[in-house]
């Protein structure tokens, strides 16, 4: 080395950091054999925070702003280790800069379902995701506990570990929470202020705040919501008998607007439905006839009563009539409580079934409702 570059290279240095990236937590400067002059200037930008390390030790941390490196400035280094003056070196350090800003749209999710019990679909899976942001709080924690010696520390570099523990919590939290499947989607936001309360002290333990943490979707299975979405279309299709017979005539009409338009099987298929359906309706009990008059000297003893059939409302929705013997069968399943509405012909209104003095004897061999129920 000539005496120029000599004189040159014991000029005052300037310590800084420019970050252009956006995944970068820490850095640290790059100086030959880690030299730093007497009275050099370090210079912290805003969002960012500069920690001094002399021989493998925490020396000194500063905060945004521009700084003189002189012995009175550095009072934990001075105390450390003693300053030369002139052209050699007065100490030599390691500086690592540190991001102070906030680091947003991190993602977390469930590798695998979790296992549930929901108390309307039983065992079921659920997948979840969400995003979640992070900054630096304490850099001197955060140097010790996860970035040591890294001269360029990313977010990839921690991002795996921080999803885990995001994960984890989530799981244990969803597990003791036992809200239903369909609840779910109303209680996101309570569920990440939650998670984010029980998880922050985790973060902080290694230097970090946990800024924010959203769930973005719980999800079942695709068979579970294909399975779903069939039950919400007979839903919305209310009464399947109606519905067939307006499906039916829908049919009819269409074939007698356009008698060329459709197949011979079509037409067929068409006319063994409308028979069929026929067949049903004449196949229904008829409503008793009237008990013929008393006679004075019958010659025959009068017919054998027949059980009145009844009209069963199940989910709003009108079915039958029942014969007894199919509501006995219903009554035993429990698709017939004492509570449920019947009707039948001779009676003014819907009427509980427990009500009803013919049908009574179906609940005999249950307790009755407790008090109060």
Do not use: C
């Not at 800024?211 to 399947?240: C, Q, Y």
């Not at 499906?247 to 607007?257: P, V």
């Amino acid at each position: 080395m000539g005496l120029w570059d000599k004189l040159m290279g014991e000029f005052i240095d300037i310590v800084q950091w420019t970050d252009d990236s956006n995944d970068t937590l820490g850095y640290r400067f790059e100086r030959q054999g880690n030299e730093i002059k007497f009275g050099a200037k370090l210079t912290v930008r805003e969002g960012q925070v500069a920690v001094f390390v002399n021989e493998g030790q925490l020396a000194d941390t500063f905060q945004p702003g521009m700084y003189e490196l002189k012995t009175n400035n550095l009072p934990l280094l001075s105390t450390l280790q003693g300053w030369k003056y002139g052209f050699e070196s007065p100490f030599k350090a390691e500086v690592y800069f540190f991001s102070t800003r906030r680091f947003t749209d991190l993602k977390w999710g469930t590798q695998n379902p979790v296992m549930l019990r929901d108390p309307e679909f039983g065992p079921i899976r659920l997948r979840a995701f969400g995003s979640y942001a992070i900054r630096i709080k304490d850099a001197p924690t955060f140097l010790r506990e996860i970035v040591g010696t890294d001269g360029r520390f990313t977010t990839d570099e921690i991002t795996n570990q921080l999803r885990n523990m995001v994960v984890s919590r989530f799981t244990n939290i969803l597990g003791q929470a036992k809200i239903p499947a369909l609840d779910l989607a109303g209680n996101y936001d309570q569920l990440g202020q939650f998670l984010l309360q029980r998880i922050a002290p985790e973060f902080e333990a290694v230097g970090l705040e946990l800024t924010n943490l959203l769930v973005e979707n719980i999800s079942l299975p695709k068979e579970v919501e294909a399975a779903l979405d069939k039950r919400t279309s007979m839903g919305i299709v209310g009464n399947l008998d109606q519905y067939t017979q307006f499906q039916a005539a829908e049919a009819l009409r269409d074939a007698a607007a356009n008698p060329g338009g459709g197949s011979e099987a079509m037409n067929m298929g068409l006319g063994l439905a409308m028979a069929q359906r026929l067949s049903e309706t004449l196949s229904r009990p008829a409503a008793p006839a009237p008990a013929p008059a008393p006679q004075a000297a019958p010659a025959a003893p009068p017919p054998l009563p027949v059980a009145n059939p009844y009209y069963v409302a199940t989910n709003n929705q009108q079915a039958g009539p029942f014969p007894m013997d199919e509501l006995q069968r219903r009554a035993q399943v429990g698709e017939l409580t004492r509570a449920t509405l019947v009707w039948a012909q001779g009676m003014a209104k819907w009427t509980p079934a427990g009500d009803v003095a013919e049908l009574s004897p179906l609940f005999a061999h249950l307790p009755p409702p407790l008090p109060g129920a």
